[in-house]
């Protein structure tokens, strides 16, 4: 967490810099990038069985789960929160993927993936990316970013130092490539709005992490409040669609049984999320693959702010 720590004083500095220079400074225009915002990096999608996703979900009607990353921006700084598909994606999927999950878990072209989108627009390497779990659609970009350092919860490290291949684990080809600077994330026993465990990446409570364990060991969540004051919670894979947790219901049990690690404490997290969401009716509850929900939001290089 040193890193943090310095980034914290990098941060602060800037901030008062900022603030010596603020009455000079021009009011901001509808098109500047936010202080705190984020942008939705679409990479692929796929369309399967409702039921897939949804309890009681059609099981000849298909709908869209998408493939995406976020991108973080916080005043100078950046940070990617997930991957989505990477540049390798078709090879990964080759050497890990194994064959008899291939027809439950795959991926339409084309694949579109954060680090040519991110080049393309001209943003420069982005230095941070943090994980939600390591699994392969979440990792898979993980190698396209050698510049930056990658964090995953410290739960989280266990099964990327022992990869494997497998419909539900971490993939040797997406985390063991040479040369990957992953550090851990040690969540602090600070209670964040209802969860015992969390790390407030700035220190101001714009963006903190927490745990939510269950679809595996070290599966994070992220609260980001943006310049507008709304607040998006960005739970990984806890649940697929934000319907369900208003629902109050658990994955389709077969893709349960398959995706998460445990699926008592999934059910647990999946309640805690709706408790939350009960307590602040204002947040906006963002999975990592609800394509409803993300289409309302836009995508890169549009911001949420
Ligand atoms: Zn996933």
């Known amino acids: 967490m040193k890193y943090f720590s310095l980034l914290q004083s990098f941060t602060l500095a800037a901030a008062l810099l900022c603030g010596a220079a603020h009455a000079q400074a021009p009011a901001a225009t509808p098109s500047a990038p936010p202080q705190v915002g984020f942008s939705i990096i679409k990479t692929g999608k796929v369309s399967v069985a409702e039921r897939l996703l949804v309890p009681d979900g059609s099981l000849s009607k298909k709908i869209d ?25 078709e090879t990964q999927y080759a050497q890990d993927m194994p064959y008899w999950a291939r027809l439950a878990f795959k991926f339409e072209k084309p694949v579109v993936p954060v680090r040519k989108q991110l080049d393309a627009a001209g943003f420069a390497p982005i230095q941070k990316v943090i ?43 997406q985390v063991a490539t040479p040369g990957t600077r992953w550090s851990p994330l040690v969540l602090q026993p600070i209670a964040h ?89 204002d947040l906006v509850v963002v999975p990592a693959h609800d394509a409803a929900v993300q289409d309302a939001l836009g995508y890169f290089p549009a911001w949420v702010r």
């Not at 898979?140 to 022992?162: C, L, N, Q, R, T």
């Not at 679809?215 to 507008?228: A, L, N, P, R, Y």
């Open 65 to 89: 789960t998408n493939f995406s990353a976020f991108l973080i921006k916080h005043k100078n700084d950046y940070l990617l929160f997930d991957t989505g598909l990477g540049a390798n994606i």
């Open 131 to 173: 994980i939600s779990h390591g699994h392969w659609d979440h990792a898979s970009g993980v190698p396209d970013f050698p510049e930056a350092e990658i964090f995953a919860a410290e739960e989280e490290m266990h099964s990327i130092k022992h990869a494997e291949s497998g419909a539900a684990t971490a993939w040797p080809s």
């Open 193 to 281: 709005k209802g969860y015992a465990q969390s790390l407030d990446l700035f220190n101001d409570g714009s963006v903190v992490l927490v745990a939510m364990p269950g679809h595996t060991e070290g599966s994070i969540g992220m609260f980001v409040t943006v310049d507008s004051g709304k607040c998006y919670f960005f739970i990984g894979d806890v649940a697929w669609k934000s319907a369900a947790i208003q629902a109050g219901a658990p994955k389709f049990w077969a893709a349960s049984m398959v995706v998460d690690r445990n699926r008592e404490q999934t059910l647990r997290s999946v309640e805690q999320v709706r408790d939350v969401a009960r307590k602040y009716p």
